[in-house]
C-alpha cells in the first residue's frame, strides 16, 4: 500500500492517476487552502486527515511517506543573505514544502511548477530550489554537485519540463517537473509520444446558450487593442494552456467554433475589414483564425457561431474523465470549477511519470 500525502491538492490529479495505474494508496493526507477546492477533492478521494494550511500544519505528526506530491505557488525568494538555503526561502511556501521533507523524509517527492520557475528572479529561484533540495549528499539530474549550502536535505534530484501535448491530451501545457529521491536509483523521464486525441474529440456535441458569446460581446472584441485567437477544431488540434481565470478573461480566451461540420468544405471562410487594413487568413502552422480586433476583424460566415469551452471540456483538457467531474459538479458552481481545472496538474502527465517510478 503506497503512502501518499499532498499539499497544494487541488482537486487530486496524483490520487486519480494512482488509481487509474491500479497502484493500491493510504491517502494519508491532503492539504488544500481552497474551500471550493477542497469540495471537489471530497466528492473523488478519501484522505485520511484533510488540513487546510501547509504553514500551520504539525508535520511530525504525519507518518513517513512513500510520495509526496506538492505543486507549490512561484515566489520570489529573499536577495538578503544569498547561498544561505532554508534562509533564502523563508516566506515563502517552499519553505514549508523543503520544512515537510525534511522532517518527513519521504522516500519519494514530486513537485511540479510552471515552466517559468526556471527562470524566475533571473534564474536564481530555481537554483536556490535545486540547492535546497539536493545539497548535502544528493545529485541533480544523474550529476554529483559542489554543494553550496550547509543545509541542503540531500535528495538525488531529476528536472524536466513536460508538455502535456505530448503526453495523449490537446492542451498545449508546459510544466517543469522535479522528481527527488531519498535513495540513489535509476530514472529517466517518460518519452512522448504522438497525440491521437484532437481538440474536435473533447468538445460537447451540445452545450447550454450561456457559453456562447452575445453579440454585445462580439462587439467588443472588434474594437479590442489585443488580438483574440479562436479555434477551428478541424485545422487545429491543440487547445492553448487552460488557465484558473479561464471563465474571467475576454481579449485572450481562446474561443471554440460551435458545430464545425469535419469536411474541410465547410470550414468558416474569413471576412477581411476592408476598412481596418489587416489581411484575414488563417494561420498556416496551426490553423489558428486571429480575429476580432481593431487591426484585422475578421468574421465568421455559414452562420456559424463561437463559444468558450465548459467547464466539462477543461476538465476532459486536464485528463478527468465525464464521471469524475460530475462528481465534483454536484458541489461546485461553473466557475470554481473552471479555476480547479486551470489549477489541477493534468492527469495523463502524472500516469506516465508515476509509470517511470513505480512501474518502470
Not at 506530491?69 to 523543503?98: H, I, K, W
Request: hydrophobic letters at 30%; one cysteine or more; charged letters at 25%.
Amino acid at each position: 500500500m503506497l503512502k501518499i500525502g499532498t499539499d497544494f491538492s487541488g482537486i487530486g490529479s496524483p490520487e486519480t492517476a494512482l488509481k487509474r495505474l491500479g497502484i493500491p494508496i493510504e491517502e494519508v493526507f491532503a492539504c488544500e487552502i481552497d474551500k471550493y477546492a477542497r469540495k471537489s477533492y471530497e466528492a473523488l478521494h478519501s484522505p485520511v486527515t484533510f488540513y487546510e494550511d501547509i504553514t500551520t500544519r504539525n508535520h511530525s505528526e504525519v507518518p513517513q511517506l512513500d510520495l509526496y506530491v506538492a505543486g507549490f505557488p512561484c515566489q520570489t525568494f529573499s536577495m538578503a543573505g544569498r547561498r544561505r538555503g532554508f534562509e533564502d526561502t523563508r516566506g515563502t511556501l517552499f519553505y514549508n514544502v523543503a520544512e515537510f521533507i525534511k522532517e518527513n523524509q519521504p522516500n519519494c517527492f514530486i513537485l511540479e511548477n510552471v515552466r517559468g520557475l526556471m527562470s524566475h528572479d533571473n534564474g536564481r529561484t530555481f537554483q536556490t530550489i535545486i540547492d535546497v533540495l539536493s545539497n548535502g549528499g544528493g545529485t541533480v539530474n544523474n550529476q554529483m554537485g559542489l554543494d553550496s549550502i550547509d543545509n541542503g536535505l540531500g535528495y538525488h534530484i531529476h528536472y524536466k519540463v513536460l508538455n502535456t501535448k505530448n503526453f495523449g491530451i490537446p492542451q498545449n501545457r508546459e510544466r517543469i517537473f522535479i522528481v527527488g529521491f531519498k535513495h540513489s536509483r535509476v530514472f529517466n523521464f517518460p518519452k512522448e509520444f504522438p497525440l491521437k486525441l484532437k481538440l474536435k474529440d473533447i468538445l460537447e456535441d451540445s452545450v447550454d446558450e450561456k457559453y456562447y458569446l452575445s453579440g454585445k460581446m462580439l462587439e467588443y472584441l472588434k474594437t479590442a487593442k489585443r488580438a483574440l485567437p479562436f479555434t477551428d477544431p478541424n485545422t487545429k488540434n491543440v487547445t492553448n494552456c487552460i488557465t484558473a481565470n479561464y471563465h474571467k478573461q475576454s481579449t485572450d480566451i481562446e474561443y471554440i467554433i460551435h458545430n464545425l461540420q469535419r469536411r474541410s468544405a465547410d470550414r468558416p471562410s474569413i471576412k477581411k475589414d476592408k476598412n481596418a487594413g489587416g489581411t484575414g487568413h488563417l494561420s498556416k502552422s496551426d490553423g489558428t483564425v486571429y480575429c476580432l480586433d481593431s487591426a484585422n476583424t475578421q468574421a465568421v460566415e455559414n452562420n456559424k457561431r463561437i463559444r468558450r469551452l465548459t467547464p466539462l471540456e477543461c476538465w476532459r483538457l486536464q485528463g478527468f474523465t465525464d464521471e469524475e467531474f460530475h462528481k465534483a459538479e454536484k458541489t461546485n458552481s461553473n466557475s470554481q470549477l473552471y479555476k480547479q481545472a486551470g489549477n489541477s496538474i493534468t492527469v495523463n502527465v502524472m500516469v506516465e511519470l508515476l509509470k517511470k517510478i513505480y512501474l518502470k
